[in-house]
């Protein structure tokens, strides 16, 4: 049964302003995409791949913090990995749960802080389009360091280009879409790791998600957020989805910070002051 992998210690409320879920059309056509558009597939496929090249093998222990319904916690689960999800939302949980049958979640308001999270020394954090939502980022990803092994990594996704600034971004509670210099900055203030590495992604549609954007919020509110979850035709969805996977196989050397992407990685890797074993 999915409540025994499932542990509350706290919970926000469904109609919680930092991610509410009691639109039910809108809930429906987000765990849709999560299912099927070329967004979301792809970005795990970049997950997975970049945690490969870092030398994260399946098996080891990941924490997904904000893992909302589980999009990635499924796939790295999927993949090997000895996956946690934390959440703040009972029900998104309970997706998570279902789609993630390995994994083991825990509903809590991460705004509380972690100190009530009874599990320490992950191989890896994971904050995947979290830290765009916080006034305070560099504070979430310490505090994603104090979950992490010295040695460990903190690695996440952030929407990369202010010029793609949309009322999309407003509406999904965005503070920012970050060029690579601007991250750098937040990641550099965090004292108990060192910067490992940033790569913009999905920079092949860059110009199909300006235009996109632009006509998606000439519509009303609800009905905005709703066609920009929308899984394109299949046709276009597996077509938009190999040319980012073609951009992949790009050299290394052309993934520099000086050219952004619609989405940007990071990650550190945490030194002495880090958690020193699982609990």
Same mark, same amino acid.
């Given at each position: 049964?999915?409540?025994?992998?499932?542990?509350?210690?706290?919970?926000? !409320?469904?109609?919680?302003?930092?991610?509410?879920?009691?639109?039910?059309?809108?809930?429906?056509?987000?765990? +849709?995409?999560?299912?099927? &558009?070329? @967004?979301?597939?792809?970005? *795990?496929?970049?997950?997975?791949?970049?945690?490969?090249?870092?030398?994260?093998?399946?098996?080891?222990?990941?924490?997904?913090?904000?893992?909302?319904?589980?999009?990635?916690?499924?796939?790295?689960?999927?993949?090997?990995?000895?996956?946690?999800?934390?959440?703040?939302? =009972?029900?998104?949980?309970?997706?998570?749960?279902?789609?993630?049958?390995?994994?083991?979640?825990?509903?809590?308001?991460? /705004?509380?802080?972690?100190?009530?999270?009874?599990? +320490?020394?992950? !191989?890896?954090?994971?904050?995947?389009?979290?830290?765009? &939502?916080?006034?305070?980022?560099?504070?979430?990803?310490?505090?994603?360091?104090?979950?992490?092994? !010295?040695?460990?990594?903190?690695?996440?996704?952030?929407?990369?280009?202010?010029?793609?600034?949309?009322?999309?971004?407003?509406?999904?509670? &965005?503070?920012?879409?970050?060029?690579? @210099?601007?991250? +750098?900055?937040?990641?550099?203030?965090?004292?108990?790791?060192?910067?490992?590495?940033?790569?913009?992604? *999905?920079?092949?549609?860059?110009?199909?998600?300006?235009?996109? =954007?632009?006509?998606?919020?000439?519509?009303?509110?609800?009905?905005?957020?709703?066609? *920009?979850?929308?899984?394109?035709?299949?046709?276009? *969805?597996?077509?938009?989805?190999?040319?980012? /996977?073609?951009?992949? +196989?790009?050299?290394?050397?052309?993934?520099?910070?000086?050219?952004?992407?619609?989405?940007?990685?990071?990650?550190?890797?945490?030194?002495?002051?880090?958690?020193?074993?699982?609990?």
């Amino acid at each position: 049964m999915t409540h025994d992998r499932i542990r509350v210690i706290s919970e926000l !409320d469904p109609a919680d302003p930092s991610f509410d879920v009691t639109d039910a059309a809108v809930m429906d056509v987000l765990a +849709r995409a999560e299912e099927g &558009h070329f @967004w979301h597939r792809t970005r *795990n496929e970049w997950i997975a791949q970049r945690l490969g090249a870092l030398g994260v093998a399946p098996g080891a222990s990941v924490i997904e913090l904000g893992c909302g319904g589980g999009c990635v916690s499924a796939h790295l689960a999927a993949n090997g990995y000895d996956v946690v999800g934390v959440e703040g939302q =009972r029900s998104l949980v309970e997706l998570a749960s279902r789609r993630a049958p390995r994994a083991r979640f825990f509903v809590h308001d991460l /705004r509380r802080g972690i100190d009530e999270l009874p599990e +320490r020394g992950f !191989d890896v954090a994971g904050l995947f389009d979290v830290i765009e &939502h916080v006034e305070k980022p560099e504070q979430v990803v310490a505090s994603a360091c104090a979950l992490v092994r !010295d040695g460990g990594l903190v690695v996440g996704t952030v929407p990369g280009m202010r010029a793609l600034w949309s009322r999309i971004d407003e509406q999904a509670g &965005h503070r920012e879409r970050y060029e690579p @210099w601007t991250l +750098r900055a937040v990641l550099e203030r965090v004292t108990d790791a060192s910067l490992v590495e940033i790569v913009p992604f *999905n920079r092949a549609i860059v110009p199909l998600l300006w235009v996109q =954007r632009r006509l998606v919020t000439m519509r009303g509110r609800s009905e905005s957020s709703s066609a *920009n979850l929308a899984v394109p035709p299949r046709p276009v *969805n597996a077509m938009l989805g190999t040319m980012l /996977r073609w951009e992949r +196989r790009l050299p290394r050397w052309t993934q520099t910070e000086r050219v952004s992407g619609s989405s940007l990685w990071f990650a550190l890797r945490t030194r002495s002051g880090g958690a020193k074993g699982r609990s």
